[in-house]
C-alpha cells in the first residue's frame, strides 16, 4: 500500500517538474516572435496577396513545439487569421482564418509561375 502511494507521489512530482521546465525565457519567446512576424507576412503576401498585421502570438512549449501568431489582413480587422510554425525551424506548418478566406490561397503552380 505504501509503496503504491509512494510510487504515485513520485510519477505526480516527475510529471510536474517535466511539464514545468523546458519553457523558453521571454527573451527567446520575443526573438522567435521577431523572426516569425516577416516569414508571415510574406506567406500571406505570397499566396493570398494580402498584408498582414499580427497582433499576439503563443508558443506551444513543452506539449507541441508550435508557434501561432494571430492577426488580421490590413484593412480588414473583423478577419481573424494565423499561422503556425514548427519550432525551432520556424517552418509554416498551418494557415487559419474563416473558409472564404483561406479558399482564396494560391496553388504552388500560380506561385511559382511567377
Do not use: H, W
Not at 511539464?19 to 508571415?40: F, M
Amino acid at each position: 500500500m505504501i509503496t503504491s502511494i509512494r510510487s504515485g507521489l513520485i510519477f505526480i512530482i516527475l510529471i510536474t517538474i517535466l511539464t514545468g521546465c523546458g519553457g523558453l525565457s521571454d527573451k527567446e519567446e520575443q526573438d522567435y516572435y521577431q523572426r516569425a512576424v516577416p516569414i508571415g507576412q510574406e506567406y500571406f503576401k505570397k499566396y493570398y496577396d494580402v498584408e498582414v498585421e499580427f497582433t499576439e502570438f503563443y508558443i506551444n512549449i513543452p506539449m507541441s513545439s508550435t508557434m501561432v501568431l494571430k492577426g488580421y489582413p490590413k484593412g480588414d480587422p473583423q478577419t481573424k487569421i494565423s499561422l503556425s510554425f514548427y519550432l525551432p525551424s520556424l517552418e509554416i506548418e498551418t494557415a487559419g482564418g474563416p473558409g472564404e478566406f483561406i479558399e482564396k490561397r494560391k496553388r504552388e503552380a500560380e506561385v511559382n509561375s511567377k
